[in-house]
């Protein structure tokens, strides 16, 4: 498939671009390595060159390219964040160290009387999206699941991995509070347009001061909506793959 599919793409005289979501799914890590040696060029959604070259052996890869993801939801009113009515959001909590975090955090929030949604609870996509528009802060973790994936130092995760959720957050309008990782800081600036965070009670304490400063949550994340919108229009990732020689 991959030679017919370089072939075809001569014979037209087109380029070929493939655009992987993430680098644990088996099938897409072993077509992407093949196609890029074979002269095609690899999008990555969630990861950054250097971990797909790394993870799956992966050449004239760029990313992360979350953009590429936007959906536009024209119709979706976006409120200030005093006008929003769901305190925080939680990521899914099906794998971990996500699981944890999300555990520990979940009922500290919940004790300090905090409306909280968790992702993972909806039958619709678009149910998500209705509340992403109404929650204040968004929490994102990129670590992966703790055990034997390809060669990625765990239990921790990769430093150079960052999930799409990030760009979910920021499309919403909502404050973005993400783990901290390597490429964040390469796309978006901390305390800026976005907050990092260490672990879960690093988390917890920032959650605490944003819900009761919530001028400062607006102004991150106006920074932070206004950041992502450039990163749409702009197109960033996909002209600078496009201007490769």
Known sequence: QCLFLVSLCKRMKCRLILVLFDLPDPQGSLFGSILSRLGAYVMSICNDPSESLAYSNIKNAIGPAGE?????????????ISE??????????????????VEETLPILLDKNLKVTVGGTYEKYDDLVRDLYNTKIIVVTNSLISGCVGRWPLPDGPNSHIVSYNYEALRSGALLLSEAT???????KDGIEYQSFEDAKDLIKKISFF?????????????????????????????ALLDRN
């Open 211 to 239: 819900t009761e400063n919530l001028d400062v949550a607006e102004r991150i994340a106006i920074a932070g909506s206004e950041k992502y919108a450039m990163m749409v229009k702009d197109q960033a990732m996909i002209h």
């Open 84 to 101: 929003r009515t769901i305190d925080v959001h939680l990521p899914r909590p099906s794998y971990s160290p996500r699981k944890e975090v």
């Open 68 to 80: 590429i993801c936007h959906r536009l939801h024209g119709s979706t009113l976006m409120k200030k």
């Open 182 to 188: 390597k490429p964040m800081g390469g796309i978006l």
